[in-house]
């Protein structure tokens, strides 16, 4: 967060009151019904995301070897192409582990929406969420494109197609300012099982009016990705359909490179965290920070090992000062450990010091572990390097949601 | 298992009924309620392992960086010496986290039972299960070490004293004929949360009166543990505590080496499905075989994601015919696949073939699911290495236990 401070001093940073993915200029979104998922057939789950000037995008992709249809088409496309037009995004259906024919129908849904937009087919890109091993129903799909309505404010409508077991929208946008330069980036994103460091069911769609350099965009989209959306965890499971999607159409000019990589990490790590308080079945989110560490990757693999935890999520759901879950997590974490230097508190409650037990007052712990953010703070006390990650409890319904998704 | 079939045809094995870790010659066990653990003070909680004969060891510990104290003066007391008389094991207490003074407290433990059979303080091995960043209560070890009575059918009192939450005592024996030569080898294990690769809440205890040389008894340990405890997970948390260990005290002479390894895997499969059968809040026993991998790592990689998913547990729970979730899962094991090559079958029904989704009979694969062991198979038909792991599905009650341990 230093160097949050000292860019702080240069540009100024805002989240806008109801930001969504279409709050930066010349973006445009809408939703309709398609039934793709006959259990939630009035639900919105076929959208759109279109920029009246054409968009040099990035991505950030599942690292499964069992990917998904949509993310193959996309990756070539982003690797074969400079310039996009429109997004076409489902909910319901996957499209993953159905053969050759997942790749005709994720290139056909993004030529359908080519034509209705007037942008070639191949610059669009495609994404789905939902279940695994079911082709994609094109008849509806050709049947319902036509019904999309494409309006500046329709990020919301977006938000809302995307959602598969989530139980709220996340969207939101920053706008910045850094002396002549303004700029805006919205975004939207979806959980809410399968979220685990190295992405899982995520899809994050992000938008910007920033001109900025397409190495440069990719670039910074890792460098969030990996403050954010790789610091969350539900349940350590990934999916075959995770992608993070940048897009930026340079309508609000040239922007200066720090405050848009600020900007960026400040939006990526607001949605990430509401992924996780949406973790399936989570009643409250966890707040890891891991300080004194000896490298950045130790401190994420400690922070994030703490949030992964079926016994910690547990704990934490039960109100249960367990702290010693929390240091077992860390332990096995790989990060550089020596007990005698291991701190660790909930909230302000000191609960180790120099790796052993502290007398502390329980009551106190418990009501801190039943509030809606459970902060926990480990000081490794060996280096100067520093990580969050968010994860969220586990609770019995986490379980009965996941046992009866596809039945 | 192909060497398991090369090796019956030279030597014979069988489970002994009602076989325990004494079941070899030469070894005595008993058990006492020390009231470790106030919440449960009627139930055994210490145990004493003995051998009349001065036996070899060798164990397999956690790999976490912080290790609990008895797992610590173990480890050095293996280095340090060559034989050993006696283990001292207590539930209730994991002595972990608690300073210098753990350390102490591991060391009078021995030191009381050693004075008591007459072995040298450095020749009898501590292990501990429970609660973390609570100290032994080293009154009531010292008021109790005097009420165990060591008998040679005294196996069963041992593995009911180390249980936690375990719901069952876990022992076996087998006794293994080649030629001239004819041993036994005796165990007893407890689980059952925090089970997973590389060890978790795990302590196992292994006896045999084969003679055998040191060095080959540390590996053959490895090898059988690689084969059976490293291949099951119930939460994929580990903890500061694990530990498998063997003792040989020679009394039934020389055994030959394959015989050997053959029977101690055997021994070590069979407890480790007792643990994932037994995992906290488990209702079914997941058996996942990988097939043609490029090489063993790899497969067992991928038979481990899939035991290990809570999303492949949760849809196991509900009888969840989501078979995407088992490939997403060995998608991201890091094992080498071709989605065009992958098979997949639930018992003897083909799921997916050549990585497309069949048409399969729901109802019979439900069926399958409800079952008590649920097995699963996956070709990925791109070597010849396969792999075998265990896990359980996972239920609400798995929350309830986690959610109220300490409190």
């Known amino acids: ?130 279940v695994i091993g079911v082709p994609l129903p094109m008849e509806k799909i050709r049947a319902s494109v036509d019904r999309i309505i494409l309006a500046r404010d329709g990020g919301s409508e977006l938000a809302k197609a995307i959602m598969t077991t989530d139980t709220f929208a996340k969207e939101a946008a ?18 809410s099982g399968m979220i685990h460091p190295n992405l899982a069911t995520l899809l994050g769609f992000i938008t910007t009016d920033a001109a900025v350099e397409k190495e440069f965009l990719q670039k910074a989209l890792k460098k969030a990705v990996d403050a954010s959306f790789n610091m969350i965890s539900v349940d350590g499971d990934t999916s075959p359909n995770d992608m993070v999607l940048v897009m930026a159409n340079g309508l609000a000019g040239d922007a200066p490179p720090a405050p848009f990589e600020q900007a960026l990490e400040q939006l990526c790590i607001y949605l990430a965290k509401l992924l996780a308080r949406d973790g399936e079945g989570a009643t409250r989110l966890i707040e890891t920070t891991v300080g004194g560490a000896v490298n950045l990757a130790q401190a994420r693999a400690a922070a994030r090992a703490v949030v992964s935890s079926s016994l910690v999520k547990a704990a934490v759901y039960g109100a249960d000062p367990n702290w010693g879950r929390i240091m077992a997590a860390v332990g096995r974490s790989g990060a550089e450990i020596k007990e005698s230097k291991f701190d660790l508190s909930i909230g302000k409650i000191a609960v180790v010091k120099a790796g052993k037990a502290l007398p502390f007052d329980k009551s106190a712990v418990i009501k801190l572990l039943k509030g809606k953010e459970v902060p926990v703070s480990i000081n490794l006390n060996l280096g100067s390097s520093s990580a969050t990650a968010w994860g969220c409890d586990l609770s019995p319904e986490y379980v009965t949601i996941n046992s009866q998704y596809m039945t």
């Open 1 to 130: 967060m230093e160097c949050g401070i000292v860019w702080i001093m240069a540009a100024e940073i805002e989240f806008l009151p109801r930001g969504t993915v279409t709050s930066p200029e010349g973006f445009f979104a809408g939703a309709t019904s398609a039934g793709i998922n006959e259990r939630a057939a009035d639900k919105l789950d076929l959208a759109v995301l279109f920029s009246e000037a054409p968009c040099l995008a990035a991505a950030v992709f599942t690292d499964t070897k069992l990917k998904a249809a949509p993310v193959l088409l996309s990756q070539q496309r982003l690797k074969e192409r400079e310039k996009f037009g429109a997004v076409v995004v489902n909910s319901g259906c996957a499209n993953a582990y159905v053969g050759a024919e997942g790749l005709a129908n994720a290139a056909e849904m993004a030529g359908l929406v080519g034509e209705g937009i007037g942008v070639a087919p191949e610059g669009v890109l495609v994404a789905s969420t939902g």
């Open 174 to 191: 920053v706008r910045a300012k850094d002396g002549q330069s303004e700029f805006t980036i919205g975004g939207a994103a979806k959980g």
